[in-house]
């Protein structure tokens, strides 16, 4: 039996129905090819097995599916080398990776004593076959995600193990990569996709199993779904269910909700890749589709709060960016853009489909915004993009612009004044209402939508589907929204996580936490371990929600923010919680600033990390034990991440110590791993732990030795403001040199339109390659021809500012062959106006501005020629992170003058060091006879504090500690 969802295709000629579907094949059917090659189909008995990698067997039993589901859209894959043979009464089947075998005198489902499937992980035999679920684990896996962190207050109520997890509404989905060396997936009689040009969700039911089959020993049963099942969903996959009411953590005597009978259908997937992590997301993208690749604007700045903003409200935001510089580029307009009705739902009444009234709405309020589209034009005219938040539970009440269009478009009279429901499954009502009245508003200038939807994962009454993940998939897929005037536009939206395969409709919105200390840690390692099931674009609430953010903890989470996928800054209706950085204290808003500014930069780099997710399967934010498997530690230390290709990051999520200023971040540098701290200069090599100190404005970045990081250049844009969506006239190449006598590496830059699929069908993408080198005395920086398929927009010239972070100053310098001159340094790239090289005593950098407009179709050759060997431990011992501390120390003193003054006759050495710096920058000839004096005008400065009797004792502690860590 099939359950068609309805289909219906009632329309009124009064709507303007005229998109042809055929376009949104680049949407959602380009990867729907469901029918594995038969060649790579083995059938025995009731028992089906498909090779679709040599590390990925799909086992089938009873009925079998060849309709792509929620999760698996493509299984026609090339055919892997594979054997089968016979050994006796089993079925032998062998890839390279993988030995199955089957008992084919068989006749009930996969169970321990019919199915059995081996590899060989680091040279032993691991094996695995169904076993029962009492007390089941999650043994090695390592972690997927679910759908929301509403109400984290980071005490661990909410679980990544799913079998420890109590909440099915979660939607808990464990990880595709196990430290066990395998992961099997369940997918048995999963919501399916239809075969319509959107393709439509469809239901295959199965009967439920009788009593007989069903009569099984608790501890033989095998789980069918998490703890907490509801019956809809277990009888939908054709399992049984016994009533338990007991919700606690472990299950009644340790029995499932819902288990599979003897004769059950099974649908699995068999991923196999051992500890190649990467490989196994790979594979799964080949099946499941590729993680897309976010419109370019989403990596920028968003802004977002709970707040009754009018539009002049939010052009005052608006200026305030601008004024203060700060980049922003998606402006958040919070559910109070749409009629409210507060003061009624605060007296408890409830609209007609039974919710708090006024928490949906389609309607602007004209109080607020009356001309929303001269205020969107607005915000266009500045390059901004907008959304808005959606809670669509109610349907269309009456009191909507747009009621009597939709009633009648559903058929109902509108002078009954009876509601449209809310009926997301029904083709006629969601074509009607992405038309009728979400189409206006994408008309007036919303450029994608918030969902947020809190209404109950139950809503939909078919089985396996939940309104998160569909809601996601129809939004992500509107073709009327999407492939409007001929443009296939790149679908972006703002909602929760619902399930596996959820990794096509991104981005994700954690939703509502508290903003403590244990959230912001736990949040690192959540977003990181998301990546284990494609889904790798999370956007949090930076700050956290729920309350006002301290000062250092906001600082924290912007940090953190800078080095997420996603940065959005939210929270909740209260007048003293807010997250406009400019409203915090002077001495925490520069902090904040550069944090927002960092992210800004980051755009360029993060775009091509976007791009290598949607080619490799692997998202920008990593797991360490994707690269180093075998050791313990990339395990155990769960908030370090690398950043892409090129950034090891290990975010602080603790506070600091009050008497030092300082937070500890102990951090794991891995084996064969040369690092180079992005603020500090500090270049570490692995393998050891070390416990790294931060003051407040240190983040605990660090680039991979050799790297080529391609950033936004500051300085080259008119305003703070819709930069990110720009492709840069300017780039800016930073190089982390390492400290070796002898190093070579690189990187990449990939540009397109930002804002259409064309990348999907090798149209258009552009890629720019870097490659460095240096020896004892000399660099080399590469930019090689652009190549790829160029489009509208991209530069035919650039010029080029290169920071090589960690060298000494230049002898020589060319371009091209030709020699270019030094100039003094300007903190500012836009202060040059020819070419120019010139030195940073303060970060130990040397830069050189390509200011002449360079062929992006041609190569460019630096190379450099340095006054002291590259080799020698000075530029790599981190002596611009202690520079910096000493003049933050004497502006610490200064401080002091109209207190326990102090006087600057009696730490002259701590000035010194402070000048340190701006003498080498003045004078970069004395760079190395500057600092090979350093360290010793460092602990002279400590000496002579400890001497000033009237300097309070907590200053001198504090000096002294941040001096000597």
């Known amino acids: 039996l099939i359950i068609r969802v309805l289909r219906c295709t009632m329309l009124v000629s009064s709507i303007p129905l005229v998109l042809s579907f055929t376009l949104s094949l680049t949407l959602v059917q380009g990867e729907h090819n469901p029918v594995a090659n038969p060649k790579a189909v083995i059938t025995s008995g009731r028992a089906r097995f498909t090779v679709l990698t040599p590390h990925i067997v799909r086992m089938e039993f009873g009925r079998t599916t060849d309709t792509a589901t929620f999760a698996f859209l493509n299984r026609n894959l090339p055919v892997p080398e594979f054997s089968k043979t016979q050994d006796g009464d089993w079925l032998v089947v062998k890839t390279d990776a993988v030995e199955l075998r089957y008992l084919t005198t068989s006749n009930q489902s996969f169970d321990h004593t019919n199915l059995l499937i081996s590899i060989v992980l680091n040279g032993k035999k691991v094996s695995w076959s169904p076993q029962p679920s009492w007390n089941r684990t999650v043994g090695g896996n390592l972690l997927g995600t679910f759908r929301t962190l509403d109400g984290d207050g980071g005490d661990e109520s909410i679980n990544l193990d799913c079998y420890q997890n109590t909440r099915p509404d979660l939607h808990c989905t464990l990880g595709l990569v196990s430290r066990d060396g395998y992961v099997v997936v369940d997918d048995t009689n999963s919501p399916q996709f239809d075969?319509?040009?959107?393709?439509?969700?469809h239901i295959r039911s199965l009967p439920s199993p009788d009593k007989a089959v069903c009569d099984i020993d608790g501890k033989q049963r095998q789980d069918c779904g998490y703890f907490g099942i509801s019956e809809l969903d277990c009888v939908g996959k054709g399992c049984c269910y016994v009533t338990n009411t007991k919700k606690t953590v472990s299950r009644v005597d340790g029995v499932p909700d819902c288990y599979y009978s003897r004769g059950a259908v099974r649908d699995l997937y068999f991923f196999g890749h051992g500890h190649n992590y990467t490989n196994a997301l790979y594979e799964f993208t080949l099946l499941a589709g590729k993680i897309p690749l976010p419109p370019q604007f989403a990596f920028g700045v968003f802004y977002s709060r709970y707040w009754a903003f009018s539009d002049e409200g939010q052009k005052e935001i608006v200026g305030n960016y601008e004024s203060h510089e700060i980049p922003l580029d998606t402006l958040v307009t919070d559910m109070d853009w749409h009629i409210t009705f507060y003061k009624e739902a605060a007296e408890g009444k409830k609209d007609q489909a039974g919710q708090s009234i006024g928490w949906t709405g389609f309607t602007w309020d004209k109080h607020l915004f009356p001309n929303p589209k001269s205020f969107l034009a607005w915000c266009k005219a500045r390059g901004l993009k907008n959304t808005?938040?959606?809670?669509?539970?109610?349907?269309?009440?009456?009191?909507?612009?747009?009621?009597?269009?939709?009633?009648?478009?559903?058929?109902?009279?509108?002078?009954t004044k009876k509601y449209v429901p809310f009926d997301p499954t029904n083709t006629t009502f969601v074509t009607n209402w992405f038309n009728i009245v979400l189409g206006e508003r994408e008309d007036q200038g919303i450029d994608f939508w918030w969902?947020?939807?809190?209404?109950?994962?139950?809503?939909?009454?078919?089985?396996?589907?939940?309104?998160?993940?569909?809601?996601?998939?129809?939004?992500?897929?509107?073709?009327y929204h999407w492939q409007k005037d001929g443009v296939n536009k790149r679908p972006m939206l703002l909602h929760r996580f619902g399930g596996l395969g959820n990794h096509r409709y991104q981005t994700g919105f954690s939703g509502d936490v508290f903003p403590r200390w244990s959230s912001l840690d736990f949040q690192v390692y959540f977003t990181i371990t998301a990546s284990n099931v494609g889904y790798g674009y999370w956007s949090h609430d930076i700050g956290g929600h729920l309350q006002p953010s301290p000062s250092e903890l906001f600082t924290r989470w912007v940090q953190w923010g800078a080095l997420s996928p996603m940065f959005r800054t939210h929270s909740s209706k209260d007048p003293d919680n807010f997250r406009d950085i400019w409203r915090y204290p002077p001495e925490i808003y520069p902090y904040l600033r550069d944090g927002i500014v960092l992210r800004g930069s980051l755009v360029p780099y993060l775009y091509t990390q976007a791009r290598h997710a949607y080619d490799t399967g692997v998202s920008p934010l990593r797991p360490m034990y994707y690269y180093h498997p075998e050791d313990d530690e990339a395990y155990d230390y769960r908030t370090q991440y690398y950043f892409g290709d090129s950034f090891l990051s290990a975010p602080v999520t603790q506070p600091m110590d009050n008497s030092?200023?300082?937070?500890?971040?102990?951090?794991?540098?891995?084996?064969?791993?040369?690092?180079?701290?992005?603020?500090?200069?500090?270049?570490?090599?692995?393998?050891?732990?070390?416990?790294?100190?931060?003051?407040?404005?240190e983040i605990p970045v660090f680039g991979r030795a050799g790297s080529v990081v391609p950033l936004r250049q500051d300085g080259y844009e008119a305003s703070?403001?819709?930069?990110?969506?720009?492709?840069?006239?300017?780039?800016?190449?930073?190089?982390?040199?390492?400290?070796?006598?002898?190093?070579?590496?690189?990187?990449?830059?990939?540009?397109?339109?930002?804002?259409?699929?064309?990348?999907?069908?090798?149209?258009?993408?552009?890629?720019?390659?870097?490659?460095?080198?240096?020896?004892?005395?000399?660099?080399?920086?590469?930019?090689?021809?652009?190549?790829?398929?160029?489009?509208?927009?991209?530069?035919?010239?650039?010029?080029?500012?290169?920071?090589?972070?960690?060298?000494?100053?230049?002898?020589?310098?060319?371009?091209?062959?030709?020699?270019?001159?030094?100039?003094?340094?300007?903190?500012?790239?836009?202060?040059?106006?020819?070419?120019?090289?010139?030195?940073?005593?303060?970060?130990?950098?040397?830069?050189?501005?390509?200011?002449?407009?360079?062929?992006?179709?041609?190569?460019?050759?630096?190379?450099?020629?340095?006054?002291?060997?590259?080799?020698?431990?000075?530029?790599?011992?981190?002596?611009?992170?202690?520079?910096?501390?000493?003049?933050?120390?004497?502006?610490?003193?200064?401080?002091?003058?109209?207190?326990?003054?102090?006087?600057?006759?009696?730490?002259?050495a701590l000035l010194d060091g402070a000048e340190t710096g701006q003498r080498i920058t003045d004078n970069c000839t004395s760079a190395l006879d500057e600092l090979t004096a350093f360290q010793g005008r460092v602990d002279m400065a400590i000496g002579q504090l400890k001497q000033l009797k009237r300097l309070h004792s907590d200053i001198l502690d504090k000096i002294q500690a941040q001096l000597s860590g």
């Open 720 to 908: 703070p403001l819709g930069t990110a969506q720009n492709i840069p006239r300017a780039v800016k190449l930073l190089v982390f040199c390492g400290g070796a006598a002898s190093s070579s590496g690189g990187g990449m830059l990939y540009e397109d339109d930002g804002n259409t699929t064309d990348y999907q069908m090798d149209k258009q993408g552009v890629w720019t390659k870097f490659t460095y080198m240096a020896t004892n005395d000399t660099l080399s920086l590469d930019v090689s021809p652009a190549s790829g398929a160029t489009f509208d927009g991209f530069p035919e010239e650039r010029s080029y500012q290169i920071q090589f972070l960690g060298a000494w100053p230049a002898s020589q310098v060319t371009v091209n062959g030709h020699n270019i001159p030094y100039a003094a340094f300007e903190r500012s790239a836009s202060r040059y106006s020819s070419d120019m090289w010139t030195y940073d005593g303060s970060s130990l950098s040397l830069f050189i501005h390509i200011v002449s407009p360079q062929p992006t179709n041609a190569s460019v050759h630096i190379r450099v020629t340095t006054m002291f060997s590259l080799q020698s431990p000075l530029l790599s011992s981190g002596y611009p992170r202690l520079i910096l501390r000493m003049v933050k120390a004497k502006q610490l003193l200064d401080d002091q003058w109209n207190g326990d003054r102090v006087y600057q006759e009696d730490y002259e």
């Open 388 to 415: 808005l938040n959606l809670h669509p539970a109610s349907g269309i009440q009456p009191w909507e612009e747009k009621y009597r269009e939709m009633a009648v478009a559903m058929g109902i009279d509108p002078a």
């Open 195 to 201: 075969g319509s040009t959107w393709p439509w969700v």
């Open 451 to 479: 969902l947020d939807w809190q209404q109950g994962e139950d809503w939909i009454q078919l089985p396996g589907v939940n309104p998160t993940f569909w809601l996601n998939y129809l939004f992500f897929t509107n073709p």
């Open 660 to 697: 030092t200023g300082l937070a500890t971040k102990q951090i794991w540098f891995p084996k064969g791993e040369t690092v180079v701290g992005w603020q500090s200069g500090l270049v570490m090599k692995g393998p050891f732990v070390v416990n790294l100190t931060c003051t407040l404005y």
